[in-house]
């Protein structure tokens, strides 16, 4: 047994330096020896685009097929392309959101290069669902940048907006194409969710669509060709008095065809003889039931299908008109449902046959 004198002190052992543990260094600070640093670093470069940012790229593959050659998107954005199909006529890419839908204050911005000679066709899995927002500042958008060049088409043929009520939303969508270039677009949007009673009760929902003729220097804009816009405020009455749902006649959808371009030509001018053929208000058939039987037994296929569809425009209220615009053919829509305003664009569409031609029945599949 041994005795320490009081004068001497007890010295204890030194810990090891830090520099003997692994992934710590002696310069570490108190914070730094609690919550060491990561060593481990990603060896993929840091993403350049920002939240909801999107593009897409189609080209002619080495087979003689449309393909991608680029898709990326950022959350809330979210893009699919399934396998391509040995005899697929266009490439193909899903439109959706996480969660089905946008919240009060999301921004999305897809960009689309369709390079020349290739074919893409854009769909939805149902209705791009607007959620409600706080407030009119908190303002949910959506931006579509698209290129098309010289003898490449676009089919753009989705799901309609469904903007939710006390939603606020903006959508615009600019278009700009080659002399050669080919586009089909549908947009439309809801009165909301009819089976909660909405009616368009969304507080604002604005869209604008714009085609633009690209010019040969980089630096110039282009030649504008269409710019259509709509805006829809239930804040504000109409010069009547009126407020919206009153102005929209009891139509549960509204939207508008814009056909442009070599691919799409025949479908316009289908659009434009169909229209020209409509009956006119206060026209009267003064013919005796003897004549009118006559005519029938004489009349065309084409007749006889223009009759069951204007039959099947008034039972779903469908009012349509269309006309010739710097190139393009404009058609605006109305319906009291959608599936009234789903029906009678797909049947338009599918019995003109071009569009499932070209770009193959899947570019039709959000009109079924």
Known sequence: MSFIPRSQTVQAAKPAPLSAHRGWTASLDFQQQINPPNIMSSPFPKSSSAAGEGRVVSKVMPNGLSGLETVTYQYPLKLISPRPAVDQKSALVF????????????????????????????????????????????VTRQTLDVRIANEAGLCLLPDPVQPFESSVYEQAQIFSVEPRASLCLLDWVTQGRQARGEDWSFLRWKGRNEVWLRQDSATEKGRLLVRDAIALDSTVLDTTGRPLKSSLHAHGVIGTLILRGPHMASLGDFFLVEFAALPRLGIKDFRTAEAKAAEDSRKTTQQKWREGRLKMEAAHNVIWSAARVRGCVIVRFGAGTVEGGRVWVGEMLQTQGSVAELYGDQALMCLR
Request: glycine share 14%; net charge positive.
């Open 95 to 138: 439109l959706l959101s996480y969660g089905g839908g946008l919240v009060g204050g999301d921004s999305v911005s897809l960009a689309i290069d369709v390079l020349e000679r290739s074919r893409l066709s854009i769909v939805t899995q149902g209705h791009t669902k607007i959620f409600r927002s706080p407030s009119l500042s908190v």
